[in-house]
Nanobody
């Protein structure tokens, strides 16, 4: 069974850090671009970051550039999202998603392009 499982969410104070993990089971992530998305209450889902299947291409939403870093460890079949300098507006449920692709060096942050989704992990930034 193909599955993505997010972990690492929680409650953190403004200015703090969290590292989210997205672990795949039932398939290898080698041929998948991975995206991180988030959805806050009452808001539409938005793309946060993505990483190409090769790891050589990344994209970030303007709101997180310079604060978030995406990376992947194919040996561990896991993708990470390091989130620093967190702000209250980063509060949301964060989802990872996998897109099978033959394009190794690029990724996109359109949710409809992704094939598999995790169940989400809550991130709350509050004092």
């Amino acid at each position: 069974q193909l599955q993505l499982v997010e972990s690492g969410g929680g409650l953190v104070q403004p200015g703090g850090s969290l590292r989210l993990s997205c672990a795949a089971s039932g398939f290898t992530l080698d041929y998948y671009a991975i995206g991180w998305f988030r959805q806050a209450p009452g808001k539409e889902r938005e793309g946060v970051s993505c990483i190409s299947s090769s790891g050589g291409g990344t994209n970030y939403a303007d709101s997180v550039k310079g604060r978030f870093t995406i990376s992947r460890d194919n040996a561990k079949n896991t993708v990470y999202l390091q989130m620093n300098s967190l702000k209250p507006e980063d509060t949301a449920v964060y989802y990872c998603a996998a897109q099978i692709t033959t394009v190794q060096a690029m990724c996109v942050m359109y949710g409809y392009e992704y094939d598999y989704w995790g169940q989400g992990t809550q991130v709350t930034v509050s004092s």
